[in-house]
């Protein structure tokens, strides 16, 4: 089973502990060490959010997943590096300029709430968990851990000339969250 969301344009500045797309990351200080200067913010899961949905206990259900990925040149969509990290720790930092020397500035400085939803494995929006959408190739792909579909939500320009999807895949069964790897699928 599939853990579905949508997002919406935050009107103010979000919590701290909130699940999000984009905007401002509020980080643990464990982690803001860890992050290299190039890294992109994508989004920031609260695991007690998807208690509801993730009925299989693919997941953790205490802490935060944190999704960057990185780019090897400072073009906008070169090859990119998946960096996830999980923590059980509170966040305590609000890093408010996060994305703002990214090569891919479109829609990256807003707050997007997450609303989450239950969804079959194949739901071809944003997603947590089940089948990638649109998967065009022989192999059985890999276990997906987040969809990012950049025509799901209107208004967001991040990506949106891809009419595709950006897939975060675990490396392999063993569901590391320092294992994972990033792909950008064209339709």
Same mark, same amino acid.
């Given at each position: ?18 699940? /999000? ?105 944003? /997603? ?42 675990? /490396? ?16």
């Amino acid at each position: 089973m599939a853990i579905g969301m949508k997002l919406k344009k935050a009107n103010e500045s979000s919590k701290l502990d909130v699940s /999000k797309f984009f905007g401002i990351p509020t980080l643990p200080l464990s982690i803001v060490d860890k992050l290299s200067s190039d890294a992109i913010f994508i989004a920031q899961i609260k695991l007690e959010d998807i208690i509801p949905f993730d009925i299989d206990n693919k997941l953790p259900h205490v802490g935060f997943l944190y999704f960057f990925m990185e780019s090897e040149d400072d073009g906008p969509y070169s090859y990119k590096k998946a960096v996830v990290f999980y923590s059980n720790e509170e966040p305590e930092v609000a890093i408010s300029d996060f994305n703002q020397n990214s090569p891919i500035s479109e829609g990256l400085n807003e707050d997007y709430i997450i609303e989450f939803f239950k969804a079959d494995d194949s739901y071809e929006g944003n /997603k947590l968990l089940g089948v990638p959408a649109d998967w065009n190739y022989q192999d059985e792909p890999r276990e997906l851990l987040l969809q990012y579909d950049p025509l799901d939500t209107e208004d967001l320009e991040f990506f949106s000339c891809l009419d595709g999807y950006i897939y975060f895949f675990f /490396k392999d069964e063993k569901r590391k969250f320092n294992e994972v790897e990033i792909q950008l699928e064209y339709s």
